[in-house]
């Protein structure tokens, strides 16, 4: 069971080189390329969190991006009546915690870790200052984001689409969303 409060500890002796070090083990390094990781790892704060802790609480509204370095992180879902779904256990070299930049809303999500960890995060005012100092950075950032969420979206769809009969009703709120199986192109 997570411990009820974050856990988020800067780690202060950690240098500049030492850090970039770190974010080019990760994902996005490979996909951006060494001049954009170099500066973003001038607006990163690297951060110790404990087996057990969350990092974020689904709700929170304190607004970061995460690299995970070191360590795992399980990401959990509560639905409407309170059940909680394990949603995917992320690995050394992922990201976490990008859609809070953009929209500025509460968190999907909670996200607790599995054992101690070592994080880089991105927080928002840290985001602002990005766009202000280095704009074609901040917008490759920002590409990277569109393009995990469009690819987890794809990913999301497929898996609905698979557990979903075509005759079955969603609500959400006021609007019902029907799922209809696409005519073949034999059925004219």
């Avoid at 795992?72 to 976490?96: C, H, M, P, W």
Wanted: glycine content about 6%.
């Amino acid at each position: 069971m997570a411990k009820k409060t974050k856990g988020l500890r800067v780690v202060t002796e950690m240098e500049i080189p030492e850090l970039k070090g770190y974010l080019d083990t990760t994902q996005w390094a490979m996909e951006l390329g060494y001049e954009v990781i170099d500066v973003l790892g001038e607006y990163l704060t690297p951060v110790k969190v404990e087996e057990g802790d969350y990092v974020f609480q689904e709700h929170d509204k304190d607004p970061f991006l995460c690299f995970l370095i070191v360590g795992r992180v399980k990401i959990i879902k509560t639905d409407q009546e309170g059940n909680k779904y394990d949603v995917i256990t992320l690995r050394n070299g992922a990201s976490f915690g990008e859609m809070s930049l953009l929209h500025g809303e509460g968190r999907s999500a909670t996200a607790v870790t599995l054992k101690k960890s070592l994080l880089l995060i991105l927080p928002k005012d840290r985001f602002e200052r990005l766009k202000e100092e280095h704009p074609d950075t901040a917008l490759e950032v920002v590409i990277k984001i569109a393009c995990d969420l469009s690819g987890w979206l794809r990913r999301t769809t497929g898996m609905l689409v698979e557990n979903v009969s075509p005759e079955q009703d969603f609500e959400e709120t006021s609007t019902t969303l029907t799922m209809q199986k696409q005519p073949d192109d034999d059925d004219d």
